[in-house]
């Protein structure tokens, strides 16, 4: 297995003692038995389906789904892949919030394997150091690439960041379309769901909250 990162370690031991970590169960296998695995037991389901697997367009849907799933919308249950995070040393002293707005944010809806489409944005005030902006998009990225539920996606990506920057003033909104709503079920083609992850400042202090409330309405 490869070597976790420090920050990968960091984060995951930190969503395990707050009891956020997506329910999961380690298994001793490599991505390639895993694929496998996958690919066979999905060439069933489609089976059952009564779908025609010697049909040219159909024949390699199984491999393609096994492989999209490790590798693409569920890489984010391994934290191998837990993005390379750079800090840097907050030698400006920047003791503002900094926002990143509109961070496009695709899912799964665990209850239902169907899609999450949202955005997310995340506001933090530096303590000692500051994070490459590209690294908060990446981190909401790892986490979208699970099952999830709205409401722990969101969780996650705080405590996430709370870690890495050593400071518990971060802040974390996500407004998203879930599919399982909008396309079977209730049919709900316009309703839309808000999370908000408050830390530090941003839940005790009113005019931080309000600051971050602000720069989510775009004023
Ligand atoms: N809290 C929360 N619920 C979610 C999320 N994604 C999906 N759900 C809900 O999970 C629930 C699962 O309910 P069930 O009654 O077991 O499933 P269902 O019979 O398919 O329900 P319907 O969607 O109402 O047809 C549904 O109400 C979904 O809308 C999420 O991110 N957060
Ligand atoms: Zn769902």
Known sequence: MTELSLAAQKVKEALAAKNLETPSCRLTMDNCERKN???AHFREIMKLM???LTDDSLAETPHRVSKMYVDEIFSGLYYENFPKITLIENKMQVDEMITVRDITLTSVCEHHFVTIDGKA???YIPKDKVIGLSKI????EFFSQRPQVQERLTQQILVALQTLLGTVNVAVSIDATHYCVKA???KDSSSMTTTTALGGGFKTNPSTRQEFLRALNHY
């Open 121 to 123: 944005t995340v506001s």
């Open 50 to 52: 009564e779908l025609d």
């Open 37 to 39: 695995k996958i690919e």
């Open 137 to 140: 998009n990446r981190i909401v």
């Open 184 to 186: 079977r079920g209730i």
